[in-house]
């Protein structure tokens, strides 16, 4: 048998205390980050699986069916993630799970050492709780530029009404009208991104044939509001 003295046996309980929490948090989901490629390579990013977002599901099946001008109906992520980036998909459903059900714990918030940093290279906005999970990661990495494409105003601007943006979070607003510039962005955010057809707007494409890293006018705040790319084929 062992005998502990009461002082003793309560170093031992802290101790044991503490390595079940540590064991506790390590099996805890954690954010998945992405190591981006192509035109993203050399950038990170924290996703969420398109596939299982409601509104990306539904405004994929909506262009598709009905053959509009909604960008959601060419959507590269959608592809990829039914194709060759398939085995992406259970890490993306964890972040969906993760970040929309609950705030994160302190411990759960990644330190990201990145001078600028992705949201939602894949997926959208998925509720109110998505967002304030994403701002306590930007807010808990102030040396770091964040961007976030959304096409879910509502969400940012409720988010808006009660709350100040961070100065390193820029909010690009991911306009689904392909072929249709928008110069001005919304209220609240930093930036418009658009697509077109590869021979339209040509002199206004200043997000065609270069890579992110190098590029870098979504992650500056600066004179730039207007971002065009022609559309992408996969």
Known sequence: SLFLCRTCGYSL??????????????????????????????????????????????????????DTDNICGKCYSHAMLKGFR???????????????????????????????????????????????????IVNDNPWCTFAL???????VMRWLRDNVKPDNLILIYSNPK?????????????KTFNNVLEHEHVDKQNCTGQQCKDCRICYTINDIFT????????
């Not at 971002?227 to 996969?234: A, T």
Request: some cysteine; glycine content about 4%.
């Open 149 to 155: 494409w959304t096409k879910r105003t509502d969400i």
């Open 178 to 190: 392909v072929s249709h510039v928008m110069s001005k962005p919304p209220k609240g955010f930093d």
């Open 86 to 136: 398939k085995n992406m998909e259970p890490a993306l459903q964890r972040n969906s799970d993760l970040l929309s059900s609950r705030p994160l714990e302190p411990y759960e918030i990644p330190r990201i050492m990145d001078a600028v940093f992705r949201f939602d290279a894949h997926g959208e906005l998925i509720n109110m709780q998505h967002m304030e999970n994403l701002v306590a």
């Open 227 to 234: 971002v065009v790319e022609k559309v992408k084929k996969y």
């Open 13 to 66: 309980h802290l101790a044991l205390s503490a390595t079940y929490m540590g064991i506790f948090r390590m099996t805890k989901p954690a954010v998945h980050i992405s190591n981006m490629t192509g035109k993203l390579d050399g950038l990170r990013a924290i996703s969420t699986n398109t596939r299982t977002n409601a509104y990306c599901v539904e405004q994929h099946e909506r262009a598709v069916e009905h």
